[in-house]
């Protein structure tokens, strides 16, 4: 068996006024979409965030891609290729479309034109509107140009908080299709998303986040579990 991707063992983090993660421990193997669920409060973003190097954990060990990360900083993370898009989507609101997915290739210096091109084929909405400012877009759009800031720092392991959060219906869709597609293209994922139906379709395994662990036994593939299951043991 090859080492995963992720391993994240004995996680403990939270904030100074109190603890939220209590020993967290979940794989992520190279290629595979996880989605991590849970009741709201329950810790998800505050494990994504430990991922990302926003939260420093108190214990435990998080290693990616062969090496530890736990407890380094969120730039070093970024550039050994774990990509966050946060809950809040963090846009500039007064940028252009194009200056915002410009962003998301700081790190380096090659071939931004072409990603930026492939951004734009790929979300036909931003091509169309890639000097408009954000703040002119719909929620949707904006989800899309934070993924597409994410993509353009070319992704190893991409974290998505909440992608259809606060989303009209018809988005809720498109960022199913989205999301699908870049399953497709083997992109490695960790996914928060209260919408279960759309988690149960593009994840190929979940992880439900209760009493700050990973519900014992709540390790699944999909498919072995209904929604029926699942809300029953994210709430009962
Ligand atoms: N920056 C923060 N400072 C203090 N407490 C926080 C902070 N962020 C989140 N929390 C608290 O941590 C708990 C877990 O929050 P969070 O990880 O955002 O949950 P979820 O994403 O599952 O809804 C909640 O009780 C929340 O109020
Ligand atoms: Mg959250």
Redesign the pocket.
Known sequence: MPEPLLTALGVEA?????Q?LFGVDFTISRGEVVALL??????????LNTVSGFVRPSAGSIRFDGEEIAGSPPHRIFRRGIIQVS?ARDLFPDMSVEDNLRLGAWVRGAEIEADLDAVCTSFPRLGERRRQPVRLMSGGEQQMVAIGRALMGRPKLLLLDEPSGGLAPVFVGEIAAIMTALKGRGITMLI?EQNIKLALTVADRFLI?RDGKVAQGHDVRTGAATEEDIVRSIYL
């Not at 009741?39 to 998800?44: D, E, H, R």
Request: proline share 0%; glycine share 22%.
């Open positions: 939270g904030y100074r006024s109190k939220i849970g009741a709201n409060g329950s810790g998800k973003s505050t494990a809950q928060i986040l």
